[in-house]
Nanobody
Framework: GMQFVESGGGSVEAGGSLRLTCKSSGFVFANSDMAWCRQPPGSQCEVVANIGKRGNTYYADTAKDRFTIGRDDAENTMYLQMNDLQPRDTAVYYC????????????????WGQGTQVTVSP
């Protein structure tokens, strides 16, 4: 089955940077649109950024000009470069295969992978 392993999270001070990685297997990654979602403590899951199979990107307003999403189809890997991190970015970050059929019925946060914790202190 499909597997997703997120990594790269950690604890940083405001203004710091992190690079998240999602290593995928068990499906044709190159044919799939992908997304990074996050779940802040006590809040709902939210989309951070999407990247299509052709490399087209979308960013939530909160991520624009600070985060960059990317993919390496040869390595079945997706990235999220996060700069100028702020306390509001504290969350568990998940990668999501948004174009697979199950994505329409499964929750984006907490179902596909274990996520990676990002904690930003003031």
């Amino acid at each position: 089955g499909m597997q997703f392993v997120e990594s790269g999270g950690g604890s940083v001070e405001a203004g710091g940077s992190l690079r998240l990685t999602c290593k995928s297997s068990g499906f044709v990654f190159a044919n799939s649109d992908m997304a990074w979602c996050r779940q802040p403590p006590g809040s709902q899951c939210e989309v951070v950024a999407n990247i299509g199979k052709r490399g087209n990107t979308y960013y939530a307003d909160t991520a624009k000009d600070r985060f960059t999403i990317g993919r390496d189809d040869a390595e079945n890997t997706m990235y999220l470069q996060m700069n100028d991190l702020q306390p509001r970015d504290t969350a568990v970050y998940y990668c999501v295969p948004v174009s697979v059929p199950a994505a329409s019925v499964k929750p984006p946060c907490g179902y596909w992978g274990q996520g990676t914790q990002v904690t930003v202190s003031p």
